[in-house]
């Protein structure tokens, strides 16, 4: 990617699970996007990543950057071509009945 291109939080999520280039720490908008515990959490929705997700939150990582710890994560963690789903609340339904 170029310097000067603007990167999403996908696209950063998608370098550390797919393509694993390790350079979009040199584009416009890495700091702004860059959620550390946004990446850490989604990691922990998919149970093959979920030892990945716990090592990292770890306080000794809080120490690292962004930059670093963008690096350290396309470096460790396998490739991940899976849709990892959300996991929601379960939605609470009204089983209140109207008399009309």
């Not at 979009?24 to 550390?36: A, E, T, V």
């Not at 997700?53 to 396309?74: G, M, P, R, T, V």
Request: aromatic fraction near 14%; hydrophobic fraction near 40%; glycine fraction near 2%.
């Amino acid at each position: 990617m170029q310097e000067s291109q603007h990167i999403t939080f996908f696209d950063i999520l998608n370098d550390i699970l797919i393509h694993k280039t390790g350079e979009l720490h040199k584009c416009s908008g890495f700091k702004q996007n860059f959620k550390r515990f946004v990446i850490i959490r989604y990691l922990s929705m998919a149970p093959e990543l979920i030892k990945y997700s716990a090592y990292f939150n770890n306080e000794k990582f809080s120490l690292f950057s962004d930059e670093d710890l963008y690096i350290i994560l396309c470096n460790s963690i396998p490739i991940h071509r899976k849709f990892i789903k959300f996991i929601k609340k379960a939605k609470k339904t009204n089983d209140i009945e109207c008399n009309k």
